[in-house]
């Protein structure tokens, strides 16, 4: 509807997009250009070049902060609200009568799912303190020692190279970047998991009034997934140390042509890297640098189990009815990654290889006791209950346990009630995955706080010298994209972890009105919960 929007607009008199109450997106200062930090670790300062080294304008959200004439780079451009899809699946069952009242079964299924995903291309950030290229300075040299001279990396435009200020401890020029790696390719993944289970066995009438059934089953799900768009850090390292092939170590007679540092590196097809500039890196440098990722993981679970069920007893109300059985269950499950994504050297988070299992036998019964039929005030009237006693190799002994009562006064109406204690053992990740990183969402309570706002957070944010600073810049505390998305943290398993347990009450009524032609057919629920 156009009911809110500015008559402006509508008559094309609009400005500019802000008539409409709307914003651009904060776009990415990952830039496919690259941002150069001249004196990093001093200023936090940068500028973008073009591949001739001179300066262009940047801005991630516009001049004047609107989102207006930004020179960003709009991630959610790349982003699908769907992934595509493909899933087959197979499923059967089987039944045979091998004696009177007797049977053998079989379940089995099969699914196969192959999944498509893409994102931005990747952002790079040398600096990283955990998986960067160069973790421990944060700084790129622009010239190199070689045979005791230091000689400038000639791919570094000499418009860049000559705003240089900062040295390193071997007297060195030196920078640092950011830049998204967009002549690298999308980030994305290709998924392909299948599932398997099958389940045997055997049912029946052991009497009249006494039911058996007694299974085993297997079921596993593998996962393959190969991911692209990440690069080799260790490689990129020594595509960025380049130098001029002074020695002419290539005969073909040029000593200006820049060649990799590492003699190792150019034994194995180095290629020197250009991040200065749109569309930069060569089709060559790319190859060299980029580190395609692969995951596997398996999943799998055996059973065995058996349950009886029966009538043992007429009540006056209507029959007792029982159940009891016993399950033993063992679950296993690992998920590696190949060895630069484990070890964080392909520029993405080190997410280690995840291994591990376990087993549980468990008991369990089930009742329901029939008290009143056809009776005043009690169309019927029973109560229920259940209970489960499990025994993990993990967390040990849970018992979990429902009751119940269901009362209809009158034939179309019935209430019930049921109150449960339910419990849940930590799974094979949640126990056992090893250290990997993670970056979480910041919520600063700081956030928003002005040099005037009152109450007692905003006195204890006003009493750190950082906020304060902050503060006096903005107006209020402001956090940036770095604050909200480049908080880093370990997320890891635990072995003492042990079951959850949870209570819950349900209250409801069922109500089937009668004598009404057009609500033939027709129930109405109300139910309230506690959990």
């Not at 940068?46 to 989102?67: C, E, K, M, V, Y």
């Not at 994102?119 to 421990?136: H, K, Q, R, T």
Request: charged share 15%.
């Amino acid at each position: 509807t156009t009911d809110n929007i500015p008559t402006a607009f509508l008559t094309g008199e609009a400005a500019d997009i802000q008539s409409l109450g709307l914003t651009s997106p904060f776009y990415s200062s990952f830039a496919p250009q690259g941002r150069i930090f001249i004196n990093p670790g001093v200023s936090s300062a940068s500028r973008t070049f073009d591949a001739q080294g001179n300066i262009i304008p940047w801005s991630t959200n516009g001049p004047a902060g609107d989102g207006v004439g930004a020179t960003g780079f709009n991630r959610q451009a790349f982003r699908a609200l769907a992934i595509p899809t493909e899933r087959y699946l197979l499923a059967g069952t089987a039944e045979y009568e091998f004696a009177p009242n007797h049977r053998a079964f079989v379940e089995g299924t099969f699914a196969a799912t192959n999944t498509k995903a893409e994102l931005e291309p990747f952002p790079l950030d040398p600096s990283d303190s955990v998986n960067g290229i160069y973790p421990a300075t944060g700084v790129i040299p622009a010239e190199f020692r070689y045979n005791g001279q230091l000689l400038k990396n000639p791919v570094v435009p000499q418009g860049i190279y000559d705003l240089l200020t900062q040295r390193n401890d071997d007297g060195a020029l030196v920078y640092s970047f950011s830049r998204r790696l967009t002549e690298i390719g999308n980030r994305g993944a290709t998924n392909d998991r299948d599932t398997f289970r099958i389940l045997p066995g055997i049912k029946g009438a052991i009497t009249a009034n006494w039911d058996y059934e007694a299974y085993a089953g297997y079921g596993q799900t593998k996962e393959s997934q190969v991911s692209g768009g990440q690069v080799n850090v260790l490689n990129f390292k020594n595509a960025l140390e380049a130098i001029p092939d002074v020695d002419d170590l290539n005969g073909n007679g040029n000593t200006t042509e820049a060649i990799c540092l590492d003699a190792n590196a150019r034994a194995q097809g180095c290629v020197p890297i250009s991040i200065y500039g749109f569309n930069s890196i060569t089709p060559e440098a790319a190859k060299y640098v980029q580190a395609p990722s692969l995951l596997q993981s398996f999943i799998s679970q055996k059973f065995i189990g058996g349950l009886v069920t029966g009538e043992p007893m007429m009540l006056p109300a209507g029959p007792l009815g029982v159940a009891v059985g016993a399950e033993y269950r063992k679950e296993y499950s690992r998920s590696e990654f190949d060895a630069l994504q484990q070890a964080g050297l392909n520029a993405g988070n080190a997410i280690p290889r995840t291994e591990g299992d376990f087993d549980v036998s468990e008991l369990f019964g089930e009742v329901k006791v029939p008290l009143l039929k056809d009776a005043p005030f009690a169309k019927s009237l029973s109560v229920g209950g259940a209970a489960r006693w499990s025994d993990y190799s993990t967390v040990g002994n849970t018992f979990s346990w429902n009751a119940g009562l269901e009362w209809a006064p009158i034939s179309n109406l019935r209430f019930r009630f049921t109150g449960a204690q339910s419990t849940r053992a930590p799974n094979i990740a949640e126990l056992y995955t090893p250290p990997s990183q993670d970056f979480p969402s910041v919520i600063d309570p700081c956030e928003g706080v002005t040099a005037t706002t009152p109450g007692a957070t905003a006195d204890a944010c006003r009493a750190d010298p950082g906020v304060a600073a902050n503060i006096a810049q903005n107006g209020a505390f402001t956090l940036n994209q770095a604050d909200l998305q480049g908080t880093s943290g370990f997320d890891k398993g635990n072995p003492n972890l042990q079951e959850e347990k949870g209570q819950s009450y349900t209250l409801g009524l069922v109500f089937t009105p009668t004598g009404v032609e057009a609500l033939r057919n027709t129930a109405f629920t109300l139910d309230y919960y506690r959990i």
